[in-house]
């Protein structure tokens, strides 16, 4: 599986972005996907993700203001309405994969590059 996220850019504050995060290969091995973001010198921090079936699960701190939502089989979106500058970040979309061999069966993280989003003050 590949993620490729976009939609990021530079956007004032109190605007809104949708971010895109488009799976390849193996999909249908997907089980959550979910997006982060990261600033310098900082972890990875959770945003939201969602189950196949659409159940979803946001961190306290971006309840509201962050929706994530599936289109389609192989896109989830998030979007992100009254931009604040503290929301700049590097944002990330990631998957969990099931990986089958033939010794075993386990789950894998696959990460995407990453998008920037810049909110101007």
């Known amino acids: 599986v590949q993620l490729v996220e976009s939609g990021g850019g530079l956007v004032q504050a109190g605007g809104s972005l949708r971010l895109s995060c488009v799976a390849s290969g193996t999909i249908f091995n997907i089980k959550d996907v979910g997006w982060y973001r990261q600033t310098p010198g900082n972890q990875r921090e959770f945003i939201a993700s969602i189950t196949r079936v659409h159940e979803t699960n946001y961190a306290d701190a971006t309840k509201g203001r962050f929706t994530i939502y599936r289109d389609g089989a192989n896109t989830v979106h998030l979007n992100i309405d009254g931009l604040r500058p503290e929301d700049t970040a590097v944002y990330y979309c990631?998957?969990?994969?099931?990986?089958?061999?033939?010794?075993?069966?386990?789950?894998?993280?696959?990460w995407g590059m990453g998008t920037q989003v810049i909110v101007s003050s």
């Open positions: 990631h998957a969990i994969e099931t990986v089958s061999t033939i010794e075993r069966v386990f789950d894998m993280d696959v």
